[in-house]
């Protein structure tokens, strides 16, 4: 038999659950788009997946030898199904906020909220 404040704590956490997984989203998609703009002043004869890996280096910092595996990991994801197309930058922001996200908590098997929808009020979809 379950009690009632165990049952309103499970309530509150899922229906706070979506707005910090949209914040964080957010957030990580708005820092992302940061180092975007860094590099892309930085080394403007760079872009496409190198440009990428570069960001996701820098993102990942001491992990950064993993850059090249979530890139891949991201065009995996999103270029080949429904259909095939380019990889963008919103693929791989989009890929990352979902993989940081649920690197916060090992158990937490997904999220409530479309990640995708948040990254592309964020960013551009030129880029």
């Known amino acids: 038999m379950w009690s009632l404040p165990a049952k309103l704590n499970d309530c509150r956490r899922f229906l706070l659950a979506p707005r910090a997984e949209r914040r964080f989203a957010r957030q990580a998609s708005a820092e992302l788009l940061e180092l975007y703009e860094q590099q892309r002043r930085a080394h403007p004869e760079i872009s496409g997946r190198a440009l990428y890996q570069e960001i996701v280096a820098q993102r990942l910092g001491p992990q950064a030898?993993?850059?090249n595996e979530?890139?891949?990991r991201a065009e995996e994801?999103?270029?080949d199904w429904p259909r095939d197309r380019e990889l963008?930058?919103?693929h791989v922001v989009h890929y990352l906020?979902?993989?940081e996200y649920t690197l916060l908590d090992p158990a937490r098997r997904g999220t409530m909220?479309?990640?995708g929808?948040?990254?592309a009020k964020v960013i551009p979809?030129?880029?």
């Open 77 to 79: 994801s999103f270029t």
């Open 97 to 99: 906020v979902f993989y």
């Open 113 to 115: 909220t479309n990640m």
């Open 65 to 67: 030898v993993r850059a």
């Open 88 to 90: 963008k930058f919103s």
């Open 70 to 72: 979530l890139v891949r």
């Open 125 to 127: 979809e030129k880029l």
């Open 117 to 119: 929808a948040v990254v």
